[in-house]
């Protein structure tokens, strides 16, 4: 079984950045595609970036395309999201979670199977 623990988030003020860290255990994240998803209250949970297994392919939300990089460390069993330029509506909860689909990047949440417990991410104005 695959556990996913999430790490990095807090308060920060608009324009900053962060950087969120996945650590995985249980089994080696080589063969997941990767994503990040958030949930702001009252909201569904959405899409944020997903990498492939290999690291070759990313996919990103167009509301944070050119501000928030995902990256992945097989030898560290590790999936980072780093997020630039951080805005209020960027506030949420972001989880991380894998997916056992490795020939495309999926984006829709109903394809990842394992989750984290999610992070808080709060962007002061």
């Known amino acids: 079984q695959l556990q996913l623990v999430e790490s990095g988030g807090g308060l920060v003020q608009a324009g900053g950045s962060l950087r969120l860290s996945c650590a995985a255990s249980?089994?080696?994240?080589?063969?997941?595609?990767w994503g990040w998803f958030r949930q702001a209250p009252g909201k569904e949970r959405e899409f944020v970036a997903a990498?492939?297994?290999?690291?070759?392919?990313?996919s990103y939300a167009d509301f944070v395309k050119g501000r928030f990089t995902i990256s992945r460390d097989n030898a560290k069993n590790t999936v980072y999201l780093q997020m630039n330029s951080l805005k209020p509506e960027d506030t949420g909860v972001y989880y991380c979670?894998?997916?056992?689909?490795?020939?495309?990047?999926?984006?829709?949440?109903?394809?990842?199977?394992?989750w984290g417990q999610g992070t808080q991410v709060t962007v002061s104005s």
């Open positions: 249980g089994r080696t994240v080589t063969g997941y595609t």
């Open positions: 990498i492939s297994w290999s690291g070759a392919t990313t």
């Open positions: 979670a894998a997916s056992t689909i490795t020939l495309i990047v999926p984006v829709r949440r109903e394809k990842f199977e394992y």
